[in-house]
């Protein structure tokens, strides 16, 4: 509609605006030291003004408990970002300008950590693949036609992600060779997946497939990876329906992923159960109802944390003690780690958390968590590039900062953590 404004309308519409936000804006970050402290209590007053989630706001703490558990082993410690979900813009800047200059400046966050996790959104293949013949685009950005990114894009990826969900709405985006192309790009990387696989003739009731294991210290840790459902794409020529058997078999579903979790469980020969389930309401900061559900079966059924995703935005934390007595942590959403997306309000959609979860076992073999902390990022946009830094490391980035500490550090179990904190973990 901002077309059809008169140029004094428009600048009167922009002074009203600025008159109006600007106290707010002098009120919440005017801090010259911008602290952890600072922002934690900035944020905090923000909360109890314009409360999003009616959690009892508790000052940060630590998460572990004492018990009679006397945690002796060497602890693992996971790190977990958002979504990949890669916008036109992020596309048009990592094919001009190399896929790391959208988060170079992460990386090293990454690596302090014993093993990395991404969900990848989306479809990796250079080949035109289940697509009209008419339609001349290999990599697309959008539905309806899809989210088909450069292979090259899981080639830098896969230098500090070690393992990478596959299962997400947009997995069937360019159908059975898309999630085909995806799984052979990240193979040949070196890195692993899981939650999508190419279905075989005789797959049946095999769970092999549905998880992958990843060993550090001599601890065996299973990932396993689900999505809520798949999105309805005609276009690729095959109807894709959430509850197609071929597509079941082909993607976890989350409702499968409690059972699959307990036949892990069950092996004995692996010492942790990660799971990552795919779901929830887009553009919410409060987890849906069913995604509480979810995380808490898959904790019960024997996984250790869950890390969940696709709201684009980041949800709070919780602690959870299983039925069995395990202290376990539910991650409802990481937000968006990069990729552009502008939403109604870009603070948000910009805002993400990197998570690092310490595991530790206990006298009688088994994994608790022991310490959540998170790492607010944010993706800066200076002169129109893109780049994710440690939200606390741009002047750009405290409303992102403030943001991530109002939706995830009010749980109270969970704290920021500074970037050289970070960086001072050795892994294992
Ligand atoms: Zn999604």
Known sequence: MLHRRTTFGLATGMIMILVVMRPVYIEIYS???????????????????????????????????TDEDNFNATPVRISACGDLLMMKRALDQGIS?????????????????????????????D??????????????????????????????????????????????????PGVASTIATIKKTGSLHTGTRVIKANVTGNYM????????????????????????NPIVGYRVKTNDSRIRRSILHCDSAVHVVETIAARGDIDAIIAAP????????????????????????GAVVTIGNHVHM????????????????IIYALGNFAGGMIGTDPVLTKSSALAFIDLAWNNKNVAHV?????????????????????????????????????IIGQTGFVEPILPEEVLSYQPN
């Open 31 to 65: 801090a010259e030291e911008y602290t952890i402290t600072d922002s934690w209590q900035m944020a905090k007053s923000e909360l109890e003004s314009h409360s999003i989630v009616e959690n009892e706001l508790i000052e940060p703490s630590e998460f572990q408990e």
């Open 97 to 125: 300008k190399g896929f790391r200059s959208l988060w170079k400046k992460t990386v090293p966050y990454f690596k302090a950590s014993d093993i990395s996790f991404l969900q990848f959104e989306g479809v990796a293949s």
């Open 127 to 176: 080949r035109l693949v289940s697509w009209p013949p008419n339609f001349n685009m290999v990599h697309t950005t959008s539905t309806p036609k899809g989210f088909n990114y450069p292979t090259k894009v899981l080639d830098d990826l896969s230098k500090f992600v070690d393992v990478f969900s596959t299962a997400n709405n947009h997995a069937f985006d360019r159908g059975f």
């Open 209 to 232: 497939d549905w998880y992958t294991v990843v060993t550090r210290n001599d601890r065996r840790i299973a990932f396993i990876a689900c999505t809520g459902f798949v999105n309805n």
């Open 278 to 301: 795919h779901m929830g309401t887009e553009f919410s900061s409060v987890p849906a109802e069913k995604q509480i559900e979810i995380a808490k079966a898959l904790l019960d059924a």
């Open 314 to 329: 980041v949800q709070p934390m919780e602690k959870y003690k299983t039925k069995d007595g395990r202290l376990t942590a």
């Open 370 to 406: 022991t310490n959540v902390k998170y790492l607010p990022l944010c993706e800066a946009r200076d002169n129109f590039i893109m780049e994710v830094l440690p939200a606390i490391q741009s002047t750009t980035c405290r409303r992102e900062y403030a943001h991530v500490l109002k």
